[in-house]
């Protein structure tokens, strides 16, 4: 008689249960990754399609209608709405609109969390919702431009990502001197890549883009890592042993560099978004002014967002790296 060899029903059973084991480990983290990946190329592709879109316009200022009483409360508020409906459709093919009221019937969601789950938070509605100091940073004695605190509008894409504009028909011009950047910012979209559908956490499927000068913008959309390196550092240094701003993102992170000014600004812009809304430090961007011995850099104070330079080498400012 031959003899046949096979398993018992138990060790089946044992077999399948250590492979449901190493599956409910490994399948989250992978799923996690496969979206990650996915969110950013959708939110490199939003960013290309709106920069593209903002570049064709003469002016990102002046749209719409915002008044204020002798209280400081809104009598009229069309901005937001308006900039989409007469500005941006125009060179860009959305497919919904949204006035301030109605935000989630474009997908917005009620709620989201803050970068690295810190806190959930109500979404924002209006400009000064984005930063409580948003507001309040001044200009330049001559120079044009300041802040309304406009409420939001939104719409949605034909690539079904549901975005929230948030509009200042007063900005002002880029003069490369020392300035509140504030004024600077046009247009600030926060974005939800997926709609109402989860986790609507800052950094991945919500994210923001904005639109910074009147004439010429700039156009970033920068992703922030979740906290500060260890120590100040300077912007540069010529010594392998010494730490400065570029080095410190790379010890922080392959995939790490550090924000250009224009970015910096954005991150300011949406502060409450981010925890970075009740920092004093100063902060150095990658935007250098000159280099050498006597070399200068940009850096950013995120209590007033005021853009100024520095000493690269023998000033120590804060250092927040944000996601190639």
């Known amino acids: 008689m031959k003899k046949f060899k096979g398993f018992t029903l138990a060790e089946i059973l044992i077999t399948l249960a250590i492979i449901g084991i190493v599956a409910a480990i490994t399948l989250p983290s992978l799923l996690v990754n496969v979206n990650e990946k996915a969110w950013d190329a959708q939110r490199k592709a939003l960013h290309a399609r709106l920069a593209q879109a903002i570049g064709q316009m003469n002016t990102l200022g002046g749209y719409g209608t915002y008044t204020e009483d002798e209280k400081g409360t809104a009598t009229a508020d069309t901005a937001a709405e308006s900039f989409i409906l007469d500005a941006l459709s125009k060179v860009y093919k959305i497919n919904n609109v949204c006035g301030p009221d109605k935000l989630s019937s474009c997908g917005i969601p009620s709620k989201i969390t803050t970068l690295n789950a810190v806190s959930e938070i109500n979404f924002p509605t209006k400009m000064s919702e984005l930063n409580k100091t948003l507001l309040n940073g001044g200009h330049i004695e001559g120079e044009s431009g300041d802040m309304a605190d406009t409420k939001a509008a939104a719409f949605e894409t034909v690539n079904g990502e549901s ?57 970033v959309a920068p992703i922030p890592h979740g906290k500060d390196y260890e120590t100040p550092v300077p912007s540069y240094s010529d010594n392998n042993e010494t730490v400065d701003a570029a080095k410190a993102c790379k010890l922080m992170g392959e995939d790490l560099r550090i924000p250009d000014r224009h970015e910096a600004s954005s991150l300011f ?30 850096d950013f104070l995120f209590t007033n967002g005021t853009a100024s330079y520095n000493w690269t080498r023998n000033t120590l400012k804060q250092v927040r790296c944000i996601k190639k």
Request: hydrophobic share 40%.
């Open 163 to 219: 975005v929230a504009v948030f509009y200042n028909p007063l900005c002002s011009e880029d003069n490369m001197n020392w300035q509140f950047m504030a004024n600077k910012m046009c247009v600030n979209f926060i974005y939800d890549l997926n709609g109402t559908e989860g986790p609507n956490q800052v950094g991945k499927d919500i994210g923001f883009i904005t639109a910074l000068y009147r004439k010429n913008p700039v156009v």
């Open 269 to 298: 812009v949406n502060a409450s978004l981010i925890n970075l809304i009740d920092s004093t430090y100063y902060y150095w961007t990658g935007t250098i002014v000159s280099t050498g011995s006597l070399g200068h850099a940009w």
